[in-house]
């Protein structure tokens, strides 16, 4: 009986993978980004101009069947050179030995047709942690080629200290120089193979 069971959920699996599409990340229509509080006081905003994503998403059911990204933490840009440049340093990302950033779908929870949860591996410095990104689907058109497309953004908040990026001050009235949640913020834009 359980040995029925598996093969039927294997069975379904399969069923729900054939009938993914795979998507190219359109990187001109697409960001990712980050902000995180600074003094205690403001929000910083940054993005890695550098990414790439492959992505298998059904556009009749609107469920992601896998997401697979990376990031190249050496494209990170908060408008600030020497900001971005400590934030490649061993302080942070240091992206000389840790290239990449890689994100890795293990499920998609769908909520409604637009919206859901992504969870996943994300990968920082050789630590991998799962993380809980909200998803809201855009739509889903046929653009000016023709070419099915789909929009989505992602969102969630990571602890820094997770993935070793712990550099920090304290402040003389309390707080510290940088919070060590950081929010995750992606709009993308993918097209259909």
Do not use: C
């Not at 009986?1 to 795979?22: D, E, S």
């Not at 600074?38 to 556009?59: C, P, R, W």
């Not at 908060?78 to 240091?94: M, P, Q, V």
Request: charged share 30%; no cysteine.
């Amino acid at each position: 009986m359980k040995l029925t069971a598996k093969l039927l959920a294997g069975l379904f699996l399969a069923v729900g993978l054939l009938n993914a599409t795979p998507y190219s990340l359109d990187k001109a229509h697409s960001e990712v980004g980050f902000s995180v509080k600074h003094l205690m006081i403001t929000k910083v905003n940054g993005q890695f101009k550098k990414f790439d994503a492959n992505i298998d998403f059904d556009s009749k059911t609107k469920v992601f069947k896998s997401l697979n990204a990376t990031i190249k933490t050496e494209s990170i840009d908060t408008g600030i050179e020497k900001r971005d440049n400590h934030l490649r340093s061993a302080d942070f990302f240091l992206a000389k030995k840790y290239p990449e950033l890689k994100f890795v779908m293990k499920t998609y929870i769908k909520k409604s047709d637009d919206e859901g949860v992504m969870i996943g591996d994300l990968t920082i410095r050789g630590i991998t942690k799962e993380v809980k990104l909200e998803v809201e689907i855009g739509g889903t058109i046929k653009d000016l080629e023709g070419n099915n497309r789909v929009g989505f953004s992602l969102e969630g908040e990571i602890n820094r200290t997770d993935f070793d990026l712990k550099w920090n001050k304290a402040l003389e009235f309390g707080g510290v120089a940088v919070s060590e949640k950081v929010e995750l913020e992606v709009e993308a834009q993918a097209v259909e193979k």
